[in-house]
């Protein structure tokens, strides 16, 4: 279990405790991953299922990325 000081420092069996990311870095960070990714499949030094696996991306999502479909709706079917 853990337990806060009442001073406002560390917590008891904690390493780092209050140390963390806020989501703007953690997003930018993801960001550029994504970029970085999608710049090496592109100029052919990486296969989709290898930049996923070396950038701890999924499949799905980085070819969504590759291939410019990502926030793109599908063609609508029926009337």
């Excluded at 337990?3 to 997003?27: I, N």
Aim: charged content about 20%.
């Amino acid at each position: 279990m853990l337990y806060r000081s009442r001073g406002g420092g560390a917590a008891v069996g904690t390493a780092g405790y209050g140390a963390h990311l806020h989501k703007k870095d953690k997003t930018s960070t993801l960001g550029m991953t994504y970029q970085v990714a999608k710049a090496q499949v592109k100029s052919g030094e990486l296969t989709v299922y290898r930049a996923a696996k070396v950038y701890g991306i999924p499949k799905p999502t980085l070819y969504m990325h590759v291939t410019d479909k990502r926030g793109t709706k599908g063609t609508p079917i029926g009337r």
